[in-house]
């Protein structure tokens, strides 16, 4: 049966040998960009509250909470949405360096159209 299987180019353990090589490889890779994700991650040890909100016809305004563990200039993104849940505003604003860990900020942001919403996007580390 070897000689049959030499003849006719039956290759099993090799194919096997390279399926594993391959899914190493795979899995290698996905814990690389993991680690690599959580290392870039720039909203690391910052938390963002929106807890007060009103809007009008252009104009909305919101109150929210930052709280970041080091001091640290942080920059955070508005939006406003309209009746149709669509992005009508944006508005980003540079929080200076505070020595609280929490502080609060309000903004108005002016919208496109009818402002029926309004929050705080995202928050992130502003490099110095």
Request: glycine content about 8%; charged content about 15%.
């Amino acid at each position: 049966m070897t000689d049959l299987s030499a003849r006719y180019g039956n290759t099993r353990p090799r194919d096997h040998v390279v399926a594993w090589i391959i899914g190493v490889s795979a899995i290698v890779a996905f814990v690389g960009w993991v680690f690599w994700v959580n290392a870039t991650d720039r909203a690391a040890g910052i938390e963002w509250v929106a807890f007060e909100s009103t809007w009008g016809e252009s104009v909305a305004s919101v109150t929210w909470n930052v709280t970041t563990v080091t001091p640290q200039p942080i920059t955070c993104a508005l939006r406003t949405v309209g009746p149709d849940m669509a992005t009508n505003g944006w508005l980003v604003v540079k929080l200076p360096e505070t020595q609280q860990h929490t502080a609060t900020y309000t903004r108005e942001v002016r919208a496109v159209g009818e402002a029926t919403g309004i929050d705080v996007y995202a928050c992130w580390r502003t490099n110095p």
